[in-house]
């Protein structure tokens, strides 16, 4: 049984690619019943080389329903789902936060929901997540699970001296990063 991580061929630095390049290479240090392999579909020959990697990239295209299963990004939902249903080929739907699955080709919600109903899992990384497709995609409640990622302490530290920071991200919860805006604008005239 293979796992096929499918991504999008980006030469910058995302935290997405790095993911799944990592969650591969793990899989596949494992040596077990599973292997994994990153395929970009629209560039098969592609390999990211920004970052020191044990990933293994899928060279072509085939696919095999017995075989393979394949994780999709919640970006790609559609069309890639549909297309993989057709083939027979069973898929799983990586969600990468709750406030943007929306976004993605909303304009086609029979699509999308077709997309979330016929998967075999969705798999996603925070309980408010989880709350959040559950209440989206009713129908395919029983198909959500939580992972949890581990962080090596070799390699990650974290500082002792914990320091409350408004970080903002206007890629993310858009909305949310508008009313905090609003709220500080309308404290800070309050107070200056």
């Known amino acids: 049984m293979s796992i096929v991580f499918l991504y999008p061929s980006t030469r910058v630095a995302q935290g997405g690619i790095k993911v799944v390049y990592n969650q591969a290479a793990i899989i596949n240090m494992m040596n077990g019943q599973l292997a994994a392999n990153v395929l970009h579909p629209f ?11 044990g990933a293994i990239t899928q060279k072509n295209l085939e696919l095999g329903p017995t075989h393979d299963f394949v994780m999709i990004p919640d ?12 083939l027979g080929v069973q898929y799983r739907i990586y969600v990468r936060g709750g406030y943007i699955i929306g976004q993605f080709n909303n304009n086609n919600s029979e699509e999308r929901d077709a997309a979330y109903q016929n998967a075999a899992l969705i798999l996603t990384i925070s309980d408010d997540t989880v709350e959040c497709i559950t209440m989206a995609f009713q129908e395919s409640a029983d198909k959500v699970y939580r992972i949890h990622y581990s962080v090596n302490p070799d390699k990650f530290i974290a500082s ?33």
Not at 43 to 53: I, K, L, M
Not at 172 to 186: E, G, I, N, P
């Open 160 to 192: 002792p001296n914990k320091e409350n920071i408004i970080c903002y991200m206007p890629r993310r919860m858009k909305d949310h990063s508008q009313l905090v805006t609003l709220f500080l604008t309308k404290k800070y005239l309050c107070i200056g």
């Open 75 to 86: 970006f790609w939902a559609v069309p890639h789902a549909r297309l993989l249903h057709n």
């Open 43 to 53: 560039n098969p020959e592609f390999s990211c080389t920004w970052f020191n990697h």
